[in-house]
Nanobody, 119 residues
Framework: QVQLVESGGGLVQAGGSLRLSCAAS????????MGWYRQAPGKQRELVAR???????NYADSVKGRFTISRDNAKNTVYLQMNSLKPEDTAVYYC?????????????WGQGTQVTVSS
């Protein structure tokens, strides 16, 4: 099992910045990817950014150049630095971790943190 605890959401004006944090605990040794997803009201949950165990990353086109995902292995924490925020970034942001012991993939989710960007 993996437990994920998010923090850092809040209310910000358009053009501002926020940093989300996700602290992982439990069976973290077999995590092969961590990421951030978001879900706006009436919309499906979508990938925002992911970082893999080897350090590679990928981003949704809508956030490229504005958001940066990073990790601190010593703290078992993943961050999402969000700059130049837009009202359309408003959503609940969820931390995700995937581990694949024995070739079976398990996904874990945090409780979500609200990000609201005012125009």
């Amino acid at each position: 099992q993996v437990q994920l605890v998010e923090s850092g959401g809040g209310l910000v004006q358009a053009g501002g910045s926020l940093r989300l944090s996700c602290a992982a605990s439990g069976s973290i040794f077999s995590i092969n990817a961590m990421g951030w997803y978001r879900q706006a009201p009436g919309k499906q949950r979508e990938l925002v950014a992911r970082i893999f165990s080897g350090g590679s990353t990928n981003y949704a086109d809508s956030v490229k150049g504005r958001f940066t995902i990073s990790r601190d292995n010593a703290k078992n924490t993943v961050y999402l630095q969000m700059n130049s925020l837009k009202p359309e970034d408003t959503a609940v942001y969820y931390c995700n971790a995937e581990r694949s012991p024995g070739g079976v993939t398990y996904a874990y989710w945090g409780q979500g943190t609200q990000v609201t960007v005012s125009s």
